[in-house]
């Protein structure tokens, strides 16, 4: 310790939001040199290292073979594939001396693919499964929570090539199956869900989320069995109803009233039901966004959903991506006086005021929740101030543009596969694996002979692990109000033995036993330093070692104190065996 590149913090850094933050800080594993962007210091250092390990062994089992492209990438290949413009802002752009446009990597599809196609040409080279450890760039909008989401980070990205989708699916099977043993061997209690496959294309994809209260994202799994992420989870249409009796869509006089909890208590108040009373999931609230497009233009959109729901920010992102969305603002209004604010609803026919397009497409796309089908019955915008429309049905009074499913989920809404009610939960996405199909192979050309001598297009796999959130994940998961508290085969160290006093028998002691069992392998720290036993304990309970050693007042007696961070349990040990126990218990 008196050696060691580190310094220990007693306060909790200004921008730190979750544990794993604070006492990766504090304990000199890393050091923040920008937003979303840290050196790892020597003790950092050592568990990514031990973190990528694990994950380079467990590919290098399932047959995969390490390769590492640059990070500085050429334009060019992401152009064919089109996420030049796709990855929109979250991609970091340069350009070198001569003009020529550069980009520093997210993820590499484009460029295992040409080096693919740049080597093989037949069926008889597949399957391949092809992996690297690298850092990546995104230019995240929001970097936070330390390591967990930052601007520059290590990455774990494979890609699989096959002949045909039963292969592809064989590959999938692997990789799935390699990275339940590579969490496990993380120590991570993670849950596997149905996912998006945004930016990255192809069809079937699935996260693996480290379970944490702080975790950003949202996942439900039902008593069944189903588990998706939110973004992921896509309600079935409600069955249509009979609107038979309902009688002729009527507008009213509703002043004061643009907010849903205001509209539902003036219709009770002066146009009651006579069978119960109105209620919020009676009204259809239309929403307006303004979707940013990836070349720049700007698209409205309505969403018609019951008054009871949300839009779910997230989901919604997840559903219009590569476009961007933003709030409809008052310039926007402007622009678009039909709509009224607070009072908007869904055209009707013959009408040119409200969302919903029209014959010749003119107008704002309007589209609607699963719970919005033929036959319902509305109170809903009339589209002019103070005015709202009662009994306007689906399909009789008015049409959508489609059906999007951006509502947030709800504890206790049933699953989509009738397995049950859903549970909310948060997590930490540590992996995610996606079958990418022809997309990238087809853009970039990527064809190879097949055993009856024609060109194939190669069908692709892509998988990702979070190697350097796993560092932050292990930590969230392990930590306490004291600090760090590693896995045994994660921590720096494996034994921490702490020099306490002035004699010079304990210095002796400890460094002796530190010399022994370093002989036998294991990695040792002493704390060797000037400082008073109060803050060498403080200092070893925040560095988080399993197994701590103190060296003290109890030497002359014959006995030293051997702590396990874990537990918290203390027991003393004889001096003289100490190193036997601690070599078996560590190398058995």
Sequence with gaps: MSELFVRTLREDPADAEVPSHRWLVRAGYVRRVAPGIYSWLPLGLRVLQKVEQIVREEMNAMGAQEVRFPA??????????NRWTEY?????????????????????EEMFTLMVKDLYSSYKDLPLSLYQIQTKYRDEARPRAGLLRGREFVMKDSYSFDIDDA??????????????????????????????????????????LA??????????????????????????LAPAQDAAGVPAAHVEDTPDSPTIESLVALSNERFPRS?????????????????????????????????DREVDMKRLEAAVAPAEVEPFGEADFERYPSLVKGYIGPRRPGSDVGVGLDAGGHGVRYLTDPLVVEGTRWITGANQAGHHVYDLVCGRDFASDGVLDVAAIREGDPAPDGSGPLGLARGIE???IFQLGRK????????????????????????GVGVSRAVAAVAEASCDDK??????????????????????????????????????????????RKASPGVKFTDAELLGMPTSVVVGRTLAQGFVEVRDRASGDKSEVAADAVAEQLIALLRP
């Design 88 to 108: 929109g802002p979250n991609l970091f752009r340069l350009a070198d001396r001569k003009g020529t446009d550069l980009l520093l990597g997210p993820t590499h």
């Design 211 to 236: 379970l944490a209260e702080i975790g950003e994202d949202t996942f439900v799994r039902s008593p069944g069995g189903y588990a998706a992420n939110v973004e992921a989870v896509q309600r079935p």
């Design 440 to 463: 990238y192979a087809e853009a970039l050309g990527l064809k190879v002979l097949d055993p009856n001598g024609k060109l194939v297009t190669v069908t692709m796999g892509s998988y």
């Design 72 to 81: 500085l990438l050429p334009r060019d290949p992401y152009e064919a594939t």
């Design 430 to 432: 540590m992996g995610h």
């Design 483 to 528: 600090g760090l508290c590693w896995p045994r085969n994660l921590a720096p160290f494996d034994v921490h033995i702490i020099a306490t006093g002035k004699e010079q028998a304990a210095a002796d002691f400890a460094a002796g036993l530190a010399a022994t069992l370093d002989a036998a392998g294991i990695a040792v720290l002493l704390d060797d």
């Design 275 to 307: 069978d119960r009373a109105w209620e919020a999931s009676d009204t259809l609230k239309n929403v307006v966004f303004m979707l940013v497009n990836p070349d720049g233009s700007r698209t409205p959109l309505a969403i018609g959903l019951p008054g």
């Design 167 to 208: 292969g592809l699916q064989a590959s999938y099977d692997a990789h799935r199956a390699t990275y339940q043993r590579i969490f496990e061997r993380l120590g991570l209690e993670y849950v596997i869900v149905s996912a998006t496959s945004g930016a990255m294309g192809g069809s079937a994809s699935e996260e693996f």
